[in-house]
């Protein structure tokens, strides 16, 4: 496609992204600022940024795409959404709807050691999230960082089982300045609740409990120099989400779902309740996403189709892969051995390093050897 052909589909594009405009101000989301940056590729891609303020409706994203996309000459859109800074001041357009949380007042110094902190979260229990958190961290350390990966799932601490660790952590350090020394299985650094409590002992508790425990993981554990610490949150947008975001600056969360309705259903809410607490949400994974008969070779979809990747549309974030259902998944989880690292060659291990890849991409997680 020729330079004129694309300054042509520019200012087509430009001209119908002014007819977006906010359902209170009024405002276009030209004339607002909201989209930046815009440019058309070769292939035919129109790609801009779009700075979602305190105050736009979900639909404002989708909205802009979906008035490019009918441009004549675009072949596909592409659309970074960038969040107010958190602390930023509030102006009236900005002011906080009901409901919202406040932006958080992060401690950097909470896990001085890690370079990028990022959380795998869900709308609802049982699609895989702490599946994705185990093989993405033991990918990510296959690859030479150093990963670590704290289990905050409070009610369902299964990180202990997925690395097949029933050691007690050790108490290392001064008397006064005691931290907890994390485990080490598969070249990750693990910490959990697990890892603490006797076998089938429940966690019984209430949220400011969990609040402080949180904390206690992040500061009183020597995480030591970590590339990236994954952080395996419990499933929903409860008290366990609200107290990290609001004590530590994560680099972005990624949402698992199945492609079942019930499941993007629940983790659009998700999506939502972090967008609110100016959390950046990396993008979508789509585990589960089909099942291929190893006796005949027929694929089933048993939680439905590509669900994962609509819902990545609809809210305008990135699509970062579909884990196929297989049996090795689930038996390397009861194992204590990854995927990754069991059957590295499967196609869900294949789908998993390439999650992990993604991620690493989008928040610039590398290696210290390699900037050493």
Known sequence: MQASERDAILRRV???LTTVHHPVTGDDVVSSG???EMEVLEDGTVRFKFALQA?????LVRQARAAAEKVEGVQKVKIDISLPAAGAPQTKKQALRAGNVPAPTPNASLVPGARHIIAVSSG???VGKSTVAVNVATALAQSGR???????????PNVPTMFGETRKPRVIGEKGREKMEPLDAHGVRLMSLGFLLEEGQAAIMRGPMIAGILKQFLSEVEWGELDVLIVDMPPGTGDAQLSLVQTIRLD????VTTPQDVSTGDVLRGIRMFERTNTRVLGVVENMSGFICPCCGQRYEIFGRAGGRRLAEQTGVDFLGEIPLEIPVREGGDAGVPIVL???ESPAALALREVADAIATRVGIVA?????
Do not use: E
């Open 146 to 156: 150093r990963v670590g990966l704290l289990d905050a799932d409070i009610y369902g």
């Open 14 to 16: 430009a001209a119908a």
């Open 124 to 126: 609802k229990g049982g």
């Open 252 to 255: 972005g969360v990624v949402m």
């Open 342 to 344: 069991g059957q590295p």
């Open 368 to 372: 210290a050897a390699a900037t050493a």
């Open 34 to 36: 909201r989209v930046r």
């Open 55 to 59: 105050d736009d409706p979900g639909t």
